[in-house]
């Protein structure tokens, strides 16, 4: 008598791949860590503060979408200096690439009032030499009395270990630690703008 054959195993595809990390992120990621965020910047608006957001790269991107968002639905004054690709790329010729934000900082007067937000995979490493400008105005900003808050995706970077509250997107795939963490860098300050206690005016949807 025969045995039947077995069918091979179908290999899940990328997207399915993708899209279940995902998945592990939303039930994994620190809610509480949102909340305290959400607290923070409430309070940062009670005191008419200024938010400050810095990244590079994608993450550079993610900044110029958010500052619309804290603006225009939070009612938060919020600034990014990647928004001025001049003075940028002026100070990186001028001064060095690591001075970019906290000279462009130093020159809006940050001061405890304010904060910043940091967008990064990493939050800067000095040691490995990777996103020194951040870890620059991390350190400028804590100089000044400023709060400094991430969302970032390591908890091992200078960010996440010197910022007051920031939000680590946990790492489910090595291999993927960058395109999920500035993909839920969006979710994240999505989820922060719609939060009832700082929307102030509806979406156009």
Not at 79 to 88: F, H, I, M, Q
Not at 126 to 131: D, G, K, L, M, P
Request: hydrophobic fraction near 40%; charged fraction near 20%.
């Amino acid at each position: 008598m025969s045995m039947p054959s077995r069918l091979p195993r179908r290999m899940p595809s990328h997207a399915e791949t993708f899209f279940s990390e995902s998945g592990r992120i939303c039930a994994t990621i620190d809610t509480d860590q949102v909340e305290a965020l959400t607290a923070e910047l409430a309070a940062l608006r009670d005191r008419m503060g200024r938010l400050f957001i810095i990244g590079v790269g994608g993450s550079a991107a993610n900044c110029s979408h958010a500052v619309n968002d804290f603006r225009k639905l939070c009612g938060i004054e919020t600034y990014s200096p990647v928004d001025n690709v001049s003075e940028l790329t002026a100070r990186a010729n001028d001064e060095g690439w690591e001075t970019i934000f906290a000279g462009w900082l130093e020159v809006s007067r940050l001061g405890p009032d304010d904060a910043i937000l940091v967008f990064s995979v990493g939050g800067g490493d000095i040691a490995r030499n990777v996103s020194t400008n951040i870890v620059q105005a991390v350190d400028y900003a804590k100089a000044r009395g400023a709060k400094v808050f991430g969302i970032v995706g390591k908890d091992t970077g200078h960010t996440a270990r010197q910022g007051d509250v920031v939000v680590v997107v946990p790492q489910v795939n090595d291999a993927r630690v960058t395109p999920l963490s500035e993909a839920f860098q969006a979710v994240v300050w999505h989820c922060l703008v719609s939060h009832p206690n700082l929307q102030v005016k509806k979406t156009k949807w």
